[in-house]
């Protein structure tokens, strides 16, 4: 019986262990779950150990632009300017990236394919962004050379860059290197490049190649300007690795294959962020919390539902841990 003693309740872990703990659960865990089990595991998930690092992407490609700024906004903030890795698909709005620039003091990785960021955006936001090694712009179709040598010259610790392209954007287009110059002028520190099926041409590449020494990785899948001699890399550039410009496999099983309607595990329900409450969470009559679930004036007014098109959603919730 003594020995029964020695085992501590989960609820009277200190807040900052649980939240490490509960990076391991999915968002919809964290979002949904966790909440509702107890006070102490609420006020844990909502602390910034559970938000250094948001992974929305998946997510993120099927829902609606003002649901996910919402979202989004209430992560960040929750994060309190530790984020250190932001993960999302499909941005709309300038104010959103003015937000992310805004808490980005912390920030190393920055994915944002698929998003309608502009060069006039990307200008106004890329001062704030100095802490990134990374960045993922694939897909970005209203960014061009002067928004990557913004982010070139503001960005002096990045070491990995995305500027893949979707192949219906570029099929017939004529091939420039206008971006390939600007990565070539403002990115010295380049280690890791991916342009799949970019309009470049072998001078583009060539001009990367001499002025990104430490390169060690280049996508150029699809590029069907580009013809390199296997020889001359391995002579010249002996611990860099090339792909392409041949597609021998599918490409990057998280591009366009996103849209697809097939779910991987991870996704095994699919799940609508609505307008609603979520002031209801854990109820306890003998003591009355009802503000706890503000969040600064946003938690009260979102609701996530798992199933999608069922009605009543809220009585198909997971099991509690």
Known sequence: ME???EFRSWAELIPDALGVIFTNLSLQDRVTVIPRVCKSWANAVTG???WQ???IKDWS???QPDQLDRLLEMLITRSCGSLRKLSVSGLQTESIFTFIAENACSLQTLRLPRSSMSDSIVEQIAGRLSMISFLDVSYCIKIGPY???MIGKNCKLLEGLCRNMHPLDTAGKPY???EAYAIASTMPKLKHLEMAYH???TSGVLQILANCPKLEFLDQRGCWGVTLDNMFLKQKFPKLKVLGPFVLDTYESDGWDDFSDVSDASEYLAWDFVAGGMGEY???DSDSYDGMWDDEGRLDELQFGFYEGIEDAGMYWPPSP
Do not use: K, M, T
Request: aromatic fraction near 8%; proline fraction near 4%.
């Open 147 to 149: 928004a990557l040598e």
């Open 53 to 55: 690092e948001i992974d």
């Open 3 to 5: 020995g029964a003693s």
């Open 199 to 201: 309009l470049i041409s």
């Open 176 to 178: 420039q290197d206008d």
């Open 61 to 63: 490609n099927r829902c």
């Open 48 to 50: 910034p150990y559970c």
């Open 282 to 284: 854990y109820v306890d």
